[in-house]
């Protein structure tokens, strides 16, 4: 049971190339989250799909943008990457309004120079 | 104002001593309450979920003080393995499946 896996787990970009962290799960979330963690700032929500074919903003959303395939993967797209997004982000699921419990990725470390 | 506020820390212990951090919430109608723990570099894992009367597992105890909008998580006999962030998590209103966590408050305990 591999839970929740993210692609790639390190990635260096540089300024303006765009990419696509992958995220799929095989544990029934309906819903799935994508954050990004800065040191000293915790976790910050980026966006979220509540459920299959919906996708909502975070709080830091600019940048980025969100395809929710289907219910087992929720990606995550850089168009033009910028230094400031430099960071650790974690994909995660829960199973929503069964339980609270959010089960992360182990997240993918993003460089951009 | 954020939405979810932690005292980063450090906090430094020596072993075997109790220790509490506290995190406030700015919504009101906020609905559930979560414990995180996070390892260096790695993933956060659920601790505890906070329920309004208060719940025990072991060595912590989460508490929710819905009146003055903050939870809390207290450590008994602390032990070294318990260094570590410890994330408040608070739901959004209207169970939207929004999650918002606090910036995290880390532990240290000395031997």
């Known amino acids: 049971n591999a839970g929740v896996t993210q692609t790639p787990k390190f990635q260096v970009l540089k300024t303006g190339q765009s990419m696509t962290l992958q995220c799929a799960q095989d544990m029934n979330h309906n819903s799935m989250y994508w954050y990004r963690q800065d040191p000293g700032m915790g976790l910050r929500l980026i966006y979220y799909s509540a459920s299959e074919g919906t996708t909502d903003k975070g709080e830091v959303p600019n940048g980025y943008n969100v395809s929710r395939l289907n219910k087992r993967e929720f990606s995550l797209r850089l168009e033009s990457a910028a230094p400031s997004q430099t960071s650790v982000y974690f994909c995660?699921?829960?199973?929503?309004?069964?339980?609270?419990?959010?089960?992360f990725g182990e997240g993918s470390r993003l460089t951009v120079l | 104002r954020k939405e979810v506020e932690q005292d980063p820390g450090p906090f430094n212990v020596p072993e075997g001593a109790t220790v509490a951090f506290n995190c406030t919430y700015s919504?009101?109608?906020?609905?559930?309450f979560f414990w995180y723990r996070q390892d260096c570099r790695k993933e956060p894992k659920l601790l505890m979920s906070v329920y309004s009367s208060g719940n025990e597992d072991g060595r912590f105890t989460a508490q929710l003080n819905r009146a003055s909008q903050y939870i809390s998580l207290l450590i008994r006999d602390s032990k070294l393995s318990d260094s570590a962030t410890y994330l408040c998590v608070v739901t959004a209103p209207s169970n939207t499946g929004k999650l918002i966590f606090g910036q995290g408050t880390t532990l240290q305990v000395k031997p």
């Open positions: 919504n009101s109608a906020s609905q559930s």
């Open positions: 995660a699921g829960r199973w929503v309004p069964n339980t609270g419990e959010l089960f």
